[in-house]
């Protein structure tokens, strides 16, 4: 999996399933899924500026490349070491999701490093 993220500049996003397949979900500026679909080698599909968008491979996997609208994009992650939590104040996040300082700590202390994501062995 690969961490939710978005294009903090005016960046479209256009990406090519080379091999695999898998799921893609995009969410718009206001919350909600525009996106949600299988996608699998051949699929092109467009991510619109600042909408967020999270790619899940199947259990074979999935290889893809993006082309991006501007010369020097600018991204960010919701998870890992350039997520976008980490600009919110402890206060803020405990008044966002109504939780004590002990929550709040662990979701901040969770997957701080890692952009994409790798299941566990079974």
Avoid at 19 to 43: N, P
Wanted: glycine fraction near 8%; aromatic fraction near 10%.
């Amino acid at each position: 999996m690969c961490s939710p993220g978005f294009s903090c500049d005016s960046a479209l996003q256009v990406t090519y399933i080379v091999r695999g397949s898998g799921r893609v979900q995009v969410v718009g500026v206001d919350g909600r899924r525009v996106l949600e679909t299988t996608i699998k080698a051949g699929s092109l599909f467009i991510v619109p500026r600042f909408f967020v968008v999270s790619k899940i491979g199947n259990p074979e996997g999935m290889e893809w490349f993006s082309i991006i609208t501007t010369p020097n994009p600018i991204f960010t992650h919701l998870a890992g070491r350039t997520s976008a939590w980490k600009a919110l104040s402890s206060k803020v996040l405990e008044a966002s999701f109504s939780v004590g300082s002990d929550t709040e700590k662990l979701f901040r202390s969770k997957r701080n490093a890692d952009a994409i994501f790798f299941p566990p062995p079974n």
